[in-house]
């Protein structure tokens, strides 16, 4: 497209020189109309190369997303059998030292 | 002047130019020929083959709601796992692959050397592997093979609460449990969706999210503490008895709610491949006894409501053995005159019997049917058992006086704690229940389960006679080893011997000892029922049954803060003051 509006121009400028008003303004309207084409064209192109981009990233997110969610799944999970109570009461038994209550060692106030 | 110009000279160029014009002709006409084939003849196919390479299915696994107890401690949740897949057919260089597959996986080269030479187009390699193994596998980045997402279930708290909950198999579907029975409720609805992909596989434009849609959470009325207590006394009992197994309940005896359910052995519901089928059994539901002495409450409790017998009547024991139909039933001691309170109390198997003959078949028939015997109790939980109570037209000479001492009659643990909140509650039979609500994802519940009162079985009054009757089961009788420090409890024990299958006759050896009761007494919060499976020591109901239910029942009672009696609130305030002045003297 950059090529079919130069040419001329070229040619305007070295073969035919014609030093007048009028002939020097005759090409403004057809150059005027290649580049906003081509200016439509670059701009189409890039609106499509961004909404791929952005469909990547939107992709990519949501890949990010699912992982810190099954991370968070996991961690949960991870407390869950850490504070299982068989673990806890074995812990304050044997690392703690800890003793079960007896029989009216315990007094619940109303 | 004529000018003569001479005729122009044929033009030499002019036939190349005419088969030029022809050979351009030619090719204009076969490409448009094949424009046409192509857009016009060829569109549906070509546009659908398009359609094929730049869309792709994307499989939206559903996450499978979770089990919590009813303080929402998370009993089972699941996690998203790859497996890997193989297409066969698209698979380049199958030995070199199952090479690499090998390491990745950990798995020998031929075995998936042979599913990857396989006629199928799909076959699996590996289901649900660890994330690590999974990024190992993308990074072979081998074609024909590839990684699916799929569900994986975790119990994290290992074996608790493992009957009730039970467990999923490998196309993530309930096999057992709760899994199995709420399976629809707590799966969600697998789907397929559509994406737009680029030339490398990539997705780049998918509508959907990236979960379907998930199933229902469930929270049961289990409470972890108490089914963890259970659990471990349980355990202990048995272990300390040498007894074959041992299954205990607790329920809420006027809503009917499971606050725990446990059996031993017991299994880790996340390799529950590995457990025996003995050991995966929800034997509180799924097994039917012979319940022995603990039958003798319902006796009663029909006697008293039909005014054949007084908790004061007088009823003569015989000195320990009474005949019945040519055979001998004997007690344990040789006893005189006793009230009908102590024939429960001491658990005379002559005295009942006596009470049985008064009662009849009929209205003692009707009462354990009111109790729920010979019919499931309809808990939400698979494979219940409704036990065996047959009619009294098939009855013989001996099986009113056999059931009167719980013989004759198979029941499961279940119906037995069932029928016993009934007298604790004042009378009404409730339907025992473990699925409390349904939440869904965004946090709202979507079902709840109300409490169901079945029918009334007894009134009130003689519900309140039964207690006092109860209450010195444990005061004075066979079940003193389940009083509880500071609260009133009442009991009932009981010793069944089981019968031979080879010899159909009851053995001398195993016996099936239990504890059935309800605490505090008076405003009963707690039913708890203890049975120790074939204990070869401790043999008695009220020496291994009993002493396990106090001890459940002193931890239930201060962990759900029920304060003890009034007048013993006081003397424990005393004997704390009184610690309390020595300490500063």
């Known amino acids: 497209m950059t090529d079919m509006v130069s040419t001329p121009l070229a040619d305007r400028a070295g073969a035919l020189p014609h030093p007048g008003a009028a002939s020097r303004f005759e090409a403004v309207p057809s150059l005027v109309v290649g580049l906003l084409l081509l200016l439509g064209v670059l701009f189409y192109v890039w609106q499509h190369i961004q909404v791929v981009r952005t469909g990547y990233e939107i992709e990519r997110l949501r890949q990010e997303r699912a992982a810190l969610v099954q991370r968070n799944r996991e961690m949960t999970l991870e407390i869950g059998q850490l504070t299982s109570l068989r673990r806890v009461e074995e812990v304050a038994r044997k690392r703690l030292g800890m003793v079960r209550p007896g029989p009216g060692q315990v007094i619940l106030v109303p | 002047m004529r000018s003569s110009r001479p005729p122009p000279a044929p033009d030499p160029g002019r036939p190349r130019i005419l088969i030029l014009f022809c050979l351009l002709l030619g090719a204009l006409g076969l490409i448009t020929t094949k424009l046409f084939a192509l857009q016009v003849t060829g569109h549906r196919g070509l546009s659908e083959r398009a359609h094929r390479q730049y869309q792709r299915l994307v499989p939206l696994t559903s996450k499978r709601g979770s089990i919590t107890d009813r303080n929402g401690r998370d ?351 004042g009378g009404s039979l409730v339907r025992p229940f473990v699925g409390k609500a349904l939440r869904s994802a965004d946090g709202q519940v979507v079902r709840e389960t109300a409490p169901l009162v079945l029918r009334r079985v007894i009134s009130t009054e003689t519900a309140h006679r039964l207690t006092d009757i109860l209450e010195r089961v444990v005061l004075e009788g066979t079940g003193k080893a389940a009083a509880v420090e500071g609260y009133a409890v009442a009991g009932k024990t009981g010793t069944a011997q089981k019968l031979e299958p080879a010899t159909g006759r009851y053995s001398h050896g195993k016996v099936l000892a239990s504890f059935v009761g309800f605490v505090p007494a008076r405003a009963p919060r707690l039913c708890i029922l203890v049975m120790i499976d074939e204990p070869k020591k401790l043999m008695w109901g009220g020496a291994i049954a009993a002493p396990t239910f106090r001890e459940i029942a002193r931890e239930a009672l201060l962990y759900l803060k029920i304060p003890p009696a009034q007048g013993e609130q006081v003397r424990l305030a005393r004997q704390v003051a009184l610690h309390a002045a020595r300490h500063v003297d």
């Open chain 2, 75 to 425: 009993l089972a949740a699941s996690l998203r796992v790859s497996s890997v897949f193989a297409q066969p057919a698209a698979v380049e260089d199958p030995a070199r692959a199952a090479r690499a597959l090998a390491g990745a996986l950990g798995l020998p080269a031929r075995e998936i050397l042979g599913k990857l030479r396989s006629d199928r187009p799909f076959v699996w390699i590996r289901r649900r592997v660890e994330p690590d193994v999974a990024e190992a596998v993308v990074r072979l980045s081998l074609r024909g093979v590839g990684l699916l997402p799929e569900s994986r279930r975790y119990y994290p708290r290992q074996e608790l609460a493992a009957h009730l909950l039970g467990f999923v198999g490998l196309d993530d579907r309930g096999l057992e449990g709760l899994e199995f029975q709420y399976d629809t409720l707590l799966g969600g609805q697998p789907r397929w969706v559509t994406a737009q992909q680029d030339a490398r596989g990539r997705i780049v434009f998918r509508t959907e999210e990236a979960d379907g849609p998930p199933g229902y959470d469930l929270i049961l009325t289990i409470d972890e503490v108490l089914q963890y207590v259970t659990e471990r006394e349980l355990q202990a009992a048995v272990e300390k008895s040498e007894a074959r197994g041992g299954t205990a309940i607790i329920l809420d005896p006027h809503t009917g709610e499971i606050l725990a359910l446990a059996n031993v052995p017991t299994f880790n519901p996340n390799r529950y491949q590995e457990a025996e089928s003995f050991a995966r059994r929800d034997r509180a539901v799924t097994d039917a006894f012979e319940p022995g002495s603990v039958f003798k409450v319902f006796l009663a409790a029909g006697a008293l409501e039909e005014r054949v017998v007084q908790p004061q009547d007088r009823i003569y024991g015989e000195n320990g053995a009474i005949q019945l139909g040519g055979l001998t039933i004997r007690d344990h001691e040789k006893y005189g005159w006793l009230t009908v309170a102590d024939v429960i109390a001491q658990s005379s198997n002559v005295g009942a019997i006596k009470i049985g003959l008064r009662l009849g078949k009929t209205l003692y028939y009707n009462y354990l049917s009111g109790f729920g015997f010979g019919s499931a109790t309809g808990v939400d939980l698979p494979g219940e058992t409704p036990g065996l109570i047959r009619r009294p037209r098939h009855w013989s000479a001996v099986s009113l006086g056999a059931l009167s001492i719980g013989q004759e009659v198979s029941v499961s643990p279940l119906q037995v704690a069932t029928a016993v909140a009934a007298v604790a509650n």
